[in-house]
């Protein structure tokens, strides 16, 4: 059974920098693309940066320059730095793991708060 765990949102003022893990068991993950999604209060959930097994990364243009996607194969584990934080980051963040034949997996998310 794959489970994704995030951790690491909060409330931070404007202008501050958050750092959010996600945990991966039970999974394929070195071989999975990973992701991070957000979906703000009555919006559709969005990508905001993911991560292929190889390493290339993708961001939503919203974040560009501001948020960097890593991974640690070793713990299982993908990061998402976010530096230079507006009240529009403000959302639920959630994980995703893609395996290679097309199965998602979904974590239950972190609430990132960002105060003006």
């Known amino acids: 059974q794959v489970q994704l765990v995030e951790s690491g949102g909060g409330l931070v003022q404007a202008g501050g920098s958050l750092r959010l893990s996600c945990a991966a068991s039970?999974?394929?993950?070195?071989?999975?693309?990973m992701g991070w999604y957000r979906q703000a209060p009555g919006k559709e959930r969005e990508l905001v940066a993911d991560?292929?097994?190889?390493?290339?990364?993708n961001y939503a243009d919203s974040v560009k320059g501001r948020f960097t996607i890593s991974r640690d194969n070793a713990r299982k584990t993908v990061y998402l730095q976010m530096n230079s934080m507006k009240p529009e980051d403000t959302a639920v963040y959630y994980c995703?793991?893609?395996?290679?034949?097309?199965?998602?997996?979904w974590g239950r998310g972190t609430q990132v708060t960002v105060s003006s």
């Open positions: 995703n793991e893609k395996m290679p034949w097309g199965k998602n997996y």
């Open positions: 039970g999974s394929f993950f070195s071989i999975s693309a």
């Open positions: 991560i292929s097994s190889g390493g290339s990364t």
